[in-house]
């Protein structure tokens, strides 16, 4: 049902009390901001991206996941801990297809799990 119809079939003013109801609090922030505040949702960007190893590739020419830098994980860290009830991986979904879904760093004192 278009728009045009739901106001041609309830009329204006009852469309617009029920919009008014209806809200929705969105706040964006970036990893480095969020750092010591909470939210009760919180969705990860895109800008998270998979480390892959350019050198290291499947039989299709494919690079394969690579070494997560410790201050990325660190970030990503900050940033999956801001949710206290709900949090969607968004642009770090890949960590689930990570190998053994522990993905390496390049020190040892640094890990990422889940």
Do not use: C
Request: a negative charge; aromatic letters at 4%; charged letters at 25%.
């Amino acid at each position: 049902m278009a728009g045009v119809d739901v106001i041609d079939e309830h009329g204006v003013d009852v469309v617009l009390a029920t919009l008014s109801k209806l809200s929705a609090e969105v706040t964006v922030s970036t990893a480095h901001a969020a750092k010591g505040r909470e939210w009760s949702t919180v969705r990860i960007a895109g800008d998270f991206p998979e480390p892959l190893d350019e050198e290291d590739t499947t039989l299709g020419g494919d690079p394969r996941p690579g070494e997560i830098e410790p201050s990325e994980a660190r970030l990503a860290y900050v940033a999956v801990t801001r949710a206290q009830h709900q949090l969607d991986l968004g642009g770090l979904s890949w960590i689930n297809q990570h190998p053994d879904g522990n993905p390496t760093t390049t020190t040892s004192s640094t890990v990422v799990s889940r």
